[in-house]
Each structure stands twice: as structure tokens, then as C-alpha cells.
């Protein structure tokens, strides 16, 4: 006899649930996008004792009827697919016919549903896989899922739920993120009959955005879109002063799947490049949109995770539309940027000439003082674009643009989440403006009145509408970085021969490292020669080094690229050298500024495409506002 057993589908259900339904939170997820798939305007999640006890998901999408209503509940059953190419080009949520039969081998559950063309509902009971009760009931159209003491049945499951708090936080969470996505679907979630979340529809994304992220966030969100012919990216991005100690605020979606996605994440830190120093983390929310062809989304039972064709064109696309934002809004409004004399070539932007056609003059190098891109209160949708998806591309060096014009590109790849929604696009961008432009406006760092130095370390000003902090050091590294990154790339910088050659002596691996290193280091204005064994000889520094100890600079370059490893690149190792050159060669802390210092200081600070940050991520300046002040001292109230 054969010891080879097909398993009966009730333990196969169970294993598939193993996936599926890993906790309270993926019941909800898994149901809520049923709802969606099922073109839902209402889904209300109740919830009892953070799911162990209950979970309901209720719509008013399409419902079933009856034969519809059973076959749902078999493994494989689905309506979202039908042959293997739709596997290829999936635009549900849905798709793997798992959920509902996963769910209901791990739980009391029940559906309750009716079509819209038929009289009566239907109502099914399953407990623990098994089919209890099937039978006819009154029901408005529509879909009611219930799963009751969950992982009853799979005691080592239950074990492993967490607190009631953490489950409904996990549930919560998962609530949120898919209601961030879907501004046109009302959401409404409750526990233990207490409305938790309650977002009504919105024509507009970035209601919802600011609902679920917070109001407080408002004024630091700055609208980011960006399109080629084979990609569209859209969302919000926060300001780097505006940031959280997590990555939790990271909200990406990809064809209007919510997904965990490295590559995209990545993308987005890159982006902030130099704007945040380590364990500060941005909130954003980024829609991409690909063809449906371009994209796996059948990695992982779960479908939290997706697989991009061309990852790395997503990456670079992103980061690049990043970096341009934050480059445009993270600077305060005072001065034109000198990026025609740089090039694009600071580290922000990207040390090579960006591949998607991106030049000096397309879309932030402009005539004159710019205009600050504001927040905006109203915006395109999430884009859940199936004539973008479905399009066959041919083209394959498309151009990357940056788009700066809200209408267009709310007409071109903005959607409001329902197609009955009329887009908002056609209206003004909402006026409200940041503090910071508000203050700023056409002002430069070297437009403000110096006061003086606070204990030789701060730069102490009087601007129009209040009174700003400059950490000098900080300041004057950034000056630095860029001057170092501007002229490497250009010409070679001017440097100061050594009286005497400085002699240093490694360890054999530093030894390797710095000899490997000689050329950059040449280019960078350092010249060295090895001098046998593992000592070499230091014959010149960039003159503004000049002065400045050469040994503990070496020395912690050496240090800093061993402990980097072979990873990152040279790009990355270059613009290490060129930091620590910047801190070694930067103002101290504790050194006392001439008035004209101060001026040459800040009057470079004008010319930096980031003046805002050092290399670390620091900022380089803070500001009380006039009217904080005159709140501090109880001038107004
Ligand atoms: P999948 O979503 O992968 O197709 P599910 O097991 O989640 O698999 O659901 C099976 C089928 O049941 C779906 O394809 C859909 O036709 C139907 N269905 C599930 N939930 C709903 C709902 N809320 N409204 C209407 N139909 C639904
Ligand atoms: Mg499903």
C-alpha cells in the first residue's frame, strides 16, 4: 500500500492558514481586501478583545449569491483569476483563493452575504473548517465576515497571540494602512464596541494622509511625483525636521498594494541622504505605480511583499524623486541655488549625471530666486491606474521627470480612488505655506543680521521674523563637504605642499587599504606615496587643510573604510573621505569668530545645495520664531 496520502482539504486549509493567518491583524487584512476587491465604499472592522474573541469586516461591495457564497469557502476558489497569464497581471488584491478557507479552519466564522441581483441572502456557518449550517436569511447587499475564537482549534497558534493592546495595535496599524490607499472607501474600525477609527470618504488623498498620519503633520508633508513612460510615483514625504524613531511612518504602496518593501525603503533613505542623522526616520507615502506585468506580487502567501521586473530603475527613480524634493524644500527661501555653476553632481543628487535624463534646467534649476513647492492640502490619488498598468512599453530610455507642475500631473497620473469621484486636480493647491517660507521669505543666510557668537559656538542672527541659532562647526563642515565634492569633481582643488612630508605607519590591513586608496585620495588633493612596508608619506593637503594635523585625519579615514568594508562602493567611500576632510578642516566649536568670518561663513552657507544639514545629517540651523517668543514671555497668548 502506498504511504503517500493526498491530505483531506480540512488539513490543508489549516496548513495554508499557517501562512495566511498569522494573527488577529492578517484575518482583518485579508478580509478588508476582499472588501476592496468586492468595489466596497463602506467596510466596517469590529473587533472584540483585540480579535481572539471577534473580528467582523462588513461591506457594501458586490456580496455573492448562494453558489458563489459556497464555493468561496474552497481552497482555490477564486473570481480573480481565471488563466495562468492572469497570474502575470494581477490588479485585485486577491488572487490566491486562500483567505477564506484559511480563516475559517481556524475559527467560528460565518459569512453573510447577498448580490445585488438576488432576493434573499445567504448565510454559512463553518466551525473549524467544517460547513455547520448553511441557509437562506435576509441581508442587505453586500458581505458580512465573522471569525470567532480564532485558532480555537490550533492550540500552539493561540500560545503565540500577543496582549490584547499588541493585537489591536498590530490590528489597528494594518487598518490604517489600508485605509491610507483607498481614500475614496470609508473606514470605520471599533474595539469592544468603541469606535477606535472613524475616515469618512475624501475626494482629496492628502485628507487622508493627514488623518492617518496625524494633523500635526500637515505643514511637513511635501507632495513628491514623478513619472516616466514605463513608471509613475506620487505621495508625501516629511520634512527632515519632521521625523519619527522608526521606519512605521514608511507607507508604500505598489499598484495600490500596501507592501513591506526593501528596495523602495532603501530608495527612500537614500533619498534623505546627509538630511538625517542615524536613527531618524521619515514618514512618507509613496505610491508607485508599474505595469502589472512589471511586478510579482505572488512572492509570499502573506502578499505583503512584492518583486519588481526593474528594481533597480524603482530605486533609482525613487531615490531621485527624493533627493530633488528634499532638495527644493529643504532649504530655507533665501537664495537662488547655484546648481548650474555645481552640476548635479553633490551627493544629494547623486555623483554621476542622473540616467533619467534629469539636467540642470528640468524642473528645479530655474532663473532666479525659486518658488518654495508647499505642501499641498489636496493632491492626486493613490494611483491605481490599469490603462498605465496594462500598457505595453516599448520605449526603453525614457526620460524621468520630475514633474513640478501639480495639475498636469494630477490630470496624467492622478486618480481619485473612485472612478465616480471627480479628481480635484483642476483646483488651486491649497495657499497654506510652511513657517519656514513664511519666515524666510527671500532671505538669505547672508540677509541676517549677525548679533554675535554664543559661547564661540553658535552664530547667533536676527532674522525678519525671529531669532536663529548657526552651529558653526556644523555649518562650516557642510561649506566644506561641498566645496570638496564640487571641486573633485571639476578640477583638482588647490593644495599645500607640506614643509616637512608627514611619515605614517600602519597596520598591515589599513596599510592595504590606504594604498588602495592613493589615487582617490590624490584626486581629492592628498597626495601620498608609500615608503615601504606599511608606512607611507603625506606630500600635500587641500588648502583648506591647510594647517590643519594631516596624521589623526589619515588615521580615521583608514579606520573609517576598514570598518565600512568592501560593500558600499567608492562613491560611498569617497564621500566618507571627503566628510571626515570636512570635520577635520571645519570651524570648532569653542573658536571665536571675526564679524567678517562670520559673513564669509554664511554667505557660503548660501551657495550649499544643503545648507540646511552637515554631512551627518545634523542641522546646520535653528529657529525661534518671533511669535513663540513673544508666547514664551506671555506677550500674547
Ligand atoms: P481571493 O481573494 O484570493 O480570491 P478569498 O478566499 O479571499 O480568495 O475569497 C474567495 C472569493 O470569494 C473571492 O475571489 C471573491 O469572489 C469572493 N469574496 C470574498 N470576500 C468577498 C466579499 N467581501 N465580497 C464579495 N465577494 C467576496
Ligand atoms: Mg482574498
Redesign the pocket.
Known amino acids: 500500500m502506498s504511504k503517500i496520502k493526498i491530505l483531506p482539504e480540512i488539513i490543508s486549509n489549516k496548513i495554508a492558514a499557517g501562512e495566511v493567518v498569522e494573527r488577529p491583524a492578517s484575518v482583518v487584512k485579508?478580509l478588508v481586501?476582499?472588501?476592496l476587491?468586492?468595489g466596497s465604499k463602506r467596510i466596517m472592522v469590529d473587533v472584540v478583545q483585540g480579535g481572539r474573541a471577534l473580528i467582523r469586516v462588513s461591506?457594501n461591495?458586490?456580496?455573492?449569491n448562494h453558489d458563489?457564497a459556497l464555493l468561496?469557502l474552497e481552497r482555490y476558489?477564486?473570481?480573480?483569476i481565471y488563466k495562468d497569464q492572469d497570474l502575470f497581471t494581477i490588479n485585485t488584491l486577491?488572487?490566491?483563493?486562500?483567505?477564506?478557507?484559511s480563516i475559517a479552519s481556524v475559527s467560528r466564522f460565518s459569512l453573510v452575504?447577498r448580490g445585488e441581483s438576488d432576493d434573499t441572502g445567504t448565510e454559512i456557518q463553518v466551525d473549524g473548517g467544517k460547513i455547520k449550517n448553511v441557509a437562506e436569511i435576509g441581508a442587505p447587499q453586500g458581505?458580512m465576515?465573522t471569525a470567532k475564537q480564532l485558532f480555537f482549534n490550533t492550540p500552539a497558534r493561540r500560545k503565540f497571540l500577543k496582549t490584547v493592546g499588541t493585537e489591536m495595535g498590530h490590528i489597528a496599524e494594518r487598518v490604517a494602512s489600508i485605509a491610507l490607499g483607498h481614500p475614496g472607501v470609508q473606514f470605520r474600525l471599533t474595539h469592544n464596541d468603541k469606535t477606535v477609527k472613524d475616515w469618512p470618504v475624501t475626494a482629496a488623498p492628502f485628507d487622508r494622509v493627514v488623518d492617518v498620519l496625524g494633523s500635526d503633520m500637515k505643514n511637513d508633508l511635501y507632495a513628491v511625483a514623478a513619472k516616466t513612460d514605463r513608471m509613475a510615483l506620487s505621495g508625501w514625504i516629511s520634512s527632515p525636521r519632521a521625523t519619527r524613531r522608526t521606519s512605521r511612518g514608511v507607507y508604500i504602496y505598489v499598484n495600490g498594494r500596501f507592501v513591506r518593501d526593501r528596495i523602495v525603503q532603501h530608495a527612500l533613505f537614500e533619498g534623505y541622504s546627509q538630511r538625517l542623522v542615524k536613527g531618524q526616520f521619515p514618514l512618507a507615502v509613496l505610491f508607485i505605480s508599474v505595469p502589472f506585468e512589471e511586478v510579482d506580487v505572488n512572492v509570499h502567501p502573506t502578499k505583503n511583499e512584492v518583486r519588481f521586473a526593474r528594481q533597480k530603475e524603482v530605486h533609482e527613480a525613487v531615490r531621485q524623486t527624493v533627493a530633488q524634493t528634499l532638495y527644493e524644500v529643504d532649504r530655507p527661501e533665501w537664495g537662488p541655488a547655484k546648481i548650474n555653476e555645481f552640476g548635479i553632481r553633490n551627493a544629494e543628487v547623486g555623483n554621476k549625471p542622473l540616467e533619467f535624463g534629469l539636467r540642470p534646467g528640468v524642473g528645479y534649476a530655474r532663473e532666479g530666486r525659486r518658488t518654495r513647492r508647499r505642501p499641498i492640502g489636496q493632491d492626486y490619488a493613490a494611483a491605481k491606474d490599469a490603462e498605465f498598468g496594462k500598457r505595453k512599453l516599448e520605449e526603453e530610455n525614457s526620460e524621468w521627470k520630475l514633474i513640478s507642475d501639480y495639475q498636469r500631473q494630477a490630470s496624467s497620473i492622478g486618480h481619485s480612488e473612485s472612478a465616480n469621484q471627480p479628481t480635484t486636480s483642476n483646483q488651486q493647491p491649497a495657499t497654506q505655506t510652511t513657517t519656514q517660507s513664511s519666515i524666510w521669505q527671500k532671505k538669505r543666510f547672508g540677509d541676517m543680521r549677525v548679533i554675535g557668537q554664543l559661547h564661540n559656538t553658535y552664530i547667533v542672527c536676527e532674522a525678519e521674523a525671529g531669532l536663529i541659532l548657526i552651529d558653526q562647526h556644523a555649518a562650516h563642515e557642510r561649506v566644506l563637504f561641498e566645496t570638496f565634492s564640487i571641486r573633485s569633481a571639476e578640477t583638482r582643488p588647490s593644495v599645500q605642499r607640506l614643509l616637512v612630508p608627514e611619515t605614517i605607519e600602519l597596520g598591515f590591513r589599513e596599510a592595504g587599504v590606504l594604498a588602495k586608496l592613493i589615487p582617490e585620495l590624490n584626486e581629492l588633493g592628498m597626495e601620498i606615496e608609500p615608503f615601504g612596508g606599511n608606512t607611507f608619506v603625506v606630500k600635500t593637503v587641500p588648502g583648506m587643510l591647510a594647517g590643519r594635523e594631516v596624521k589623526p585625519l589619515i588615521l580615521e579615514i583608514v579606520e573609517k573604510i576598514v570598518e565600512m568594508g568592501s560593500g558600499p562602493g567608492l562613491a560611498k567611500v569617497l564621500d566618507q573621505c571627503r566628510m571626515l576632510m570636512a570635520c577635520h578642516g571645519a570651524i570648532r566649536a569653542n573658536q571665536t569668530l571675526s564679524e567678517k568670518q562670520i559673513k564669509g561663513l554664511l554667505n557660503q552657507l548660501d551657495e550649499c545645495q544643503n545648507p540646511s544639514h552637515c554631512p551627518h545629517g545634523r542641522p546646520t540651523w535653528l529657529r525661534w520664531e518671533l511669535r513663540t517668543l513673544e508666547k514664551s514671555f506671555k506677550r500674547v497668548v
Open positions: 485579508e481586501e476582499n472588501s476587491d468586492a461591506d461591495g458586490s456580496g455573492m458563489d468561496a476558489a477564486t473570481s480573480k486577491g488572487f490566491r483563493g486562500e483567505a477564506l478557507p452575504t458581505t465576515v
